[in-house]
T-cell receptor, first 114, second 115 residues
Framework: DGGITQSPKYLFRKEGQNVTLSCEQN?????MYWYRQDPGQGLRLIYY???????QKGDIAEGYSVSREKKESFPLTVTSAQKNPTAFYLC?????????????FGDGTRLSIL | AQSVTQLDSHVSVSEGTPVLLRCNYS??????LFWYVQHPNKGLQLLLK??????LVKGINGFEAEFKKSETSFHLTKPSAHMSDAAEYFC?????????????FGPGTRLSVLP
């Protein structure tokens, strides 16, 4: 079955450490997104990519970085510059730049500070 | 500018009674609208979508929503709530810019179902 796989499900970060969250999709989608969700709150856009080798900052990109070297993969790095990284991170994808179709979501990665 | 408002942060219903979750949007053109459900520690699952076809949209698990342009609303309903419906629900509208499309999320409505 096609879908989005996020790993790991749980991740712990030490002070001053960078960590990378994985997002892989086998839906042949061009567009991919990263969101942050804090307890009891909605989703906030971190980064998005409409095509391989291109990505754009979202509303809260500071302290995060991404790459899009392959269509299937859109990893998110939470850098040490992100002072409050504890949150639930969700990856999503959709068909193309103007597909007008809904996003598909992974099951998320919960990041906590040690 | 486009935005999405979910008028209730929390709705509580008894099992077997109707569910109404409200969503209003602001858009300068005919929007594409979606409802998603999120169970604890899970991703978002699509319930239904409106993309300028029929105004009454049927989704999964007995949910449906009606697009009313005059009221700029897209309320989610279900005739009879089930315990498994307890979750967070998000209304979403597509925003388009020079780089493509992005999705504007409402703040969410938490649905509780009482036995």
């Amino acid at each position: 079955d096609g879908g989005i796989t996020q790993s790991p499900k749980y991740l712990f970060r030490k002070e001053g450490q960078n960590v990378t969250l994985s997002c892989e999709q086998n839906l042949n989608h061009d567009a991919m997104y990263w969101y942050r969700q804090d307890p009891g709150q909605g989703l906030r856009l971190i980064y998005y990519s409409q095509i391989v080798n291109d990505f754009q900052k979202g509303d809260i990109a500071e302290g995060y970085s991404v790459s899009r070297e392959k269509k299937e993969s859109f990893p998110l790095t939470v850098t040490s510059a992100q002072k409050n990284p504890t949150a639930f991170y969700l990856c999503a994808s959709t068909g193309s730049q103007y597909s007008n179709q809904p996003q598909h979501f992974g099951d998320g990665t919960r990041l906590s500070i040690l | 500018a486009q935005s999405v408002t979910q008028l209730d942060s929390h709705v509580s219903v008894s099992e077997g009674t109707p569910v109404l979750l409200r969503c209003n949007y602001s858009s300068s053109y005919s929007p594409s609208l979606f409802w998603y459900v999120q169970h604890p520690n899970k991703g978002l699952q699509l319930l239904l979508k409106y993309t300028s076809a029929a105004t009454l949209v049927k989704g999964i698990n007995g949910f449906e929503a009606e697009f009313k342009k005059s009221e700029t609303s897209f309320h989610l309903t279900k005739p009879s709530a089930h315990m498994s419906d307890a979750a967070e629900y998000f209304c979403v509208v597509i925003l388009r810019d020079n780089y493509g499309q992005n999705f504007v999320f409402g703040p969410g409505t938490r649905l509780s179902v009482l036995p």
